[in-house]
Nanobody, 124 residues
């Protein structure tokens, strides 16, 4: 199966920016869609952004539209999440995930492999 490793999380002031990376490896890796989710303490895991490796289509959850940008680098088997204008409510553990075959997946059940997560903390 595909192995996913996130990096780039940390502590940032409100209004600042962070760029998360998710590196994929493994024999089974292919050009499936990729996604980012986040989970804050006591809250459900929330869809953040998705991108189709084959079609280059990017899409977002409502809370981050206009502030976050998902992108890909197929040569590096890496997906990125550029986060701008960060707010304290963006504080969460961020996870990347590999899709199972849908062109534009956005539910947890649409993804088959998950990274370990990276902590993003936004202070006010």
């Amino acid at each position: 199966q595909v192995q996913l490793v996130e990096s780039g999380g940390g502590l940032v002031q409100a209004g600042g920016s962070l760029r998360l990376s998710c590196a994929a490896s493994g024999r089974t890796f292919s050009d499936y869609a990729m996604g980012w989710f986040r989970q804050a303490p006591g809250k459900e895991r929330e869809f953040v952004a998705g991108i189709s490796w084959n079609g280059g289509i990017a899409y977002y959850g409502d809370p981050v539209k206009g502030r976050f940008t998902i992108s890909r680098d197929n040569a590096k088997n890496t997906v990125y999440l550029q986060m701008n204008s960060l707010k304290p409510e963006d504080t969460a553990v961020y996870y990347c995930a590999a899709g199972l075959g849908l062109a534009t997946p956005r539910r947890v059940s649409d993804f088959g492999s998950w990274g370990q997560g990276t902590q993003v903390t936004v202070s006010s």
